[in-house]
């Protein structure tokens, strides 16, 4: 995948990538999950929160993206470069597992989609939903390892083709808004129960995450980029265009139906609502919208899990084997890892009581530590005046500021997503530190650089060890 000239991604392409990447699963499902946490007074406050915190985020990106052109490995570069090896190995690790546990809920949804017309699939996670996923799974493996080339061009066509149900699901709400019944349910609705404005907003927190994982997008392909003025340009234009088309999928179904039959719905609950305003069709319109949506957003996460394990093993932050290509310049080793544990983690949906929240939930917590590491690298950089003597001196204070709200985001963001998940995070980063040890080795250096480093991997540990047992005897449930 060396970045020529013949691989150089427009402005429109990294655009795509990141509306691609977050306009997935997790729109869909956003009425029913909304709906069960807090109405629309609740939810405006959530959305401001969460579309406050990201587009800080979204503005570390592109601030780096400019003043650290050097760091085009993506997310987890800059944990590398502002605090070293291990941390940035933990957060390409930490990025690259929690897209491989995305891509399962794509999965999940698709199935679950699916089991509203053929009851054999049920919620995603029976047998004959496993089989069809694995199937579609090497499918899309084998396809990719045509050339990156192709695949982007497929993402491209495909957003734009799943953004035309979300807008018609928009437009129809629109036309039939009942205003007494979005009053109704503004304050939380009948039938609910009741909760505080904190732990309302706090119950849709992870999920706002989900829905805006992806917004790094452009940042993942950077070295592909014409110009590195265009990464930021398609992380904000991006940014911007999908929190508007979330935003109103969240608040329109309140003023369509009661908060109590939004939050009773099956996932994807914006089939069942559409359906409610205009009949059985509206599902089968949203139900093909989705298939449509997801089989495009797992293309898209494919690419970054591939890209991210192969660009931190051709920085020496992987064992090399996964910098190895195929003849079309494919990460094929990467693409082979990627796949193999995807298909593990679907085969352990089986399990699971509700396995569309848990990847759902678990992949946002994962995320968030190679967002919390981004933030304070861009705090580090604007505090210590890197880069601000040549470029744009003046922006220095202002980017201290945004690169601030951005840590204390996805700090509170990781405190509001409960223990639970930290454990379960902890569960994955322990073992994968096995990864980390088989670099090391074939460099020849110490495992751990600094006692910061073996306190890390302390934790991580401890944590490993606590979520076992929490999961041994119930405490935790998956």
């Not at 909304?34 to 587009?55: D, K, N, V």
């Not at 990025?95 to 699939?121: A, M, R």
């Not at 061009?153 to 979300?166: E, G, L, Q, S």
């Not at 089939?271 to 599902?283: D, K, P, R, T, Y």
Request: one cysteine or more; a positive charge.
């Amino acid at each position: 995948m060396a970045g020529n000239a013949e691989q150089k991604l427009s402005l429109v392409a990294l655009t795509a990538m990141v509306v691609g990447s977050m306009v997935g699963a997790g729109i869909f499902s956003l009425p029913r999950t909304f709906g069960i946490a807090t109405g629309p007074f609740g939810a405006i406050i959530a959305w401001c929160i969460a579309g406050g915190g990201m587009y800080m985020l979204a503005r570390v990106f592109q601030a780096l993206a400019e003043r650290k052109p050097d760091l085009d490995a993506g997310v987890y570069a800059y944990a590398k470069a502002g605090f070293g090896d291990y941390p940035g190995f933990l957060s390409a690790f930490g990025y690259w597992i929690g897209s491989c546990i995305g891509n399962v809920s794509y999965w999940v949804l698709i199935k679950s989609t699916l089991g509203g017309f053929f009851p054999i699939f049920g919620d995603g996670n029976t047998v004959a939903a496993i089989l069809v996923a694995s199937v579609g799974i090497w499918l899309f493996h084998f396809m990719i390892l045509r050339g990156v080339q192709q695949a982007t061009f497929i993402n491209t066509v495909v957003t734009i083709a799943k953004i035309v149900p979300i807008i018609a699901f928009i437009i129809i709400l629109f036309l039939a808004f009942k205003l007494d019944l979005f009053r109704l349910n503004f304050w939380g609705g009948e039938g609910m129960p009741q909760a505080t404005l904190l732990e309302q907003i706090r119950l849709t927190m992870l999920a706002t995450v989900f829905v805006f994982i992806g917004i790094e997008g452009a940042s993942n392909y950077s070295r592909y980029a014409r110009t590195r003025s265009d990464v930021g340009t398609a992380t904000i234009m991006g940014f911007i265009g999908v929190s508007a088309l979330m935003v109103l999928v969240t608040l329109l179904p309140y003023a369509a139906l009661p908060r109590a039959e939004i939050a009773a719905m099956s996932q994807p609950s914006m089939a069942g609502v559409l359906a409610a305003v205009v009949g059985h069709w509206g599902a089968v319109f949203i139900s093909v919208g989705v298939i449509v949506s997801v089989l495009g957003a797992y293309l898209a996460w494919s690419l970054v899990c591939a890209e991210v394990l192969y660009v931190a093993a051709r920085t020496d932050d992987m064992p090399r084997l996964f910098g190895t290509e195929n003849r079309n310049k494919v990460p094929a080793a990467a693409l082979w890892l990627t796949n193999i544990v995807v298909q593990l983690f679907v085969i352990s949906t089986y399990w699971s009581q509700d396995a569309f929240a848990l990847m759902l939930n678990l992949t946002s917590a994962m995320s968030l530590i190679p967002y919390l590491f981004v933030a304070a690298f861009g705090f580090l950089l604007a505090q210590r005046g890197q880069t601000y003597d040549i470029i744009r001196p003046q922006e220095r204070n202002r980017d201290l500021i945004i690169a601030g709200i951005a840590a204390v985001y996805t700090i509170f963001m990781i405190i509001a997503g409960g223990m639970k998940f930290v454990l379960l995070s902890a569960l994955l980063y322990a073992p994968g530190t096995v990864l980390y040890l088989w670099t090391r080795r074939e460099q020849g250096k110490h495992i751990f650089n600094t006692s910061v480093d073996w306190l890390i991997f302390a934790a991580a540990v401890v944590g490993c060890i606590a979520a076992i047992i929490g999961l041994s005897t119930g405490y935790l449930t998956i």
